[in-house]
């Protein structure tokens, strides 16, 4: 009888372990990939880019079973603006203590905890770490082939970056900038 039942859970056991699937990392072509932000203020709004350091989906089959991704927050660069009409010092104050200290904080991390299949890509469930603080996001993830693509809302108070926010300050007239800033990812694999 011991034997028998030995045997059934050795065929059982060989059995889960044929079915069972390991997933892959799908790394990043860092070069290839793009963040576009936006920020928005009262009187109008500005863009830029920002560059990714690495990044990985994990896969389960056409299932996306985690990931990460680290940005590069010393690379944030302004797009609307020419050199010598603003662009230098927008820049400048974007990497100060009052927005991303990028001295202090040199990367974001995006962790994917959850992502369920949907029509045409995954709803996705994150942790997102900016200046050491870690929030949960969700955000609509598409994804064919090797691209991905994502339209990203932050609310930047929720990280200690309160400068300008109407939601903190008072008598700010049309200095107020939005809490939320965009990011437009486009990932190739």
Do not use: C
């Amino acid at each position: 009888m011991k034997t028998i039942q030995s045997l059934t859970l050795i065929l059982f056991a060989a059995t889960m372990t044929a079915t069972a699937t390991n997933p892959i990392k799908e790394k990043i072509n860092v070069k290839e990939s793009s963040i576009n932000w936006t920020g928005k203020k009262l009187t109008g709004s500005h863009n830029g880019t920002i560059q990714l350091k690495s990044g990985y989906l994990e896969m389960d089959g056409d299932k996306i079973t985690g990931g990460e991704f680290i940005v590069d927050m010393s690379s944030i660069i302004v797009t609307d603006l020419k050199a010598g009409d603003g662009k230098e010092k927008l820049e400048g104050h974007l990497h100060s203590d009052d927005f991303f200290s990028t001295k202090d904080h040199p990367t974001a991390t995006l962790t994917i905890k959850n992502a369920i299949k949907a029509e045409g890509g995954y709803n996705v469930a994150a942790d997102m770490t900016i200046k050491n603080i870690t929030k949960p996001i969700t955000f609509f993830l598409a994804k064919e082939g090797n691209k991905a693509m994502a339209n990203v809302k932050i609310d930047r108070t929720k990280y200690n970056v309160r400068y300008g926010s109407g939601s903190f300050f008072d008598s700010l007239g049309d200095n107020v900038i939005y809490d939320d800033f965009e990011l437009d990812v486009n990932l190739t694999f």
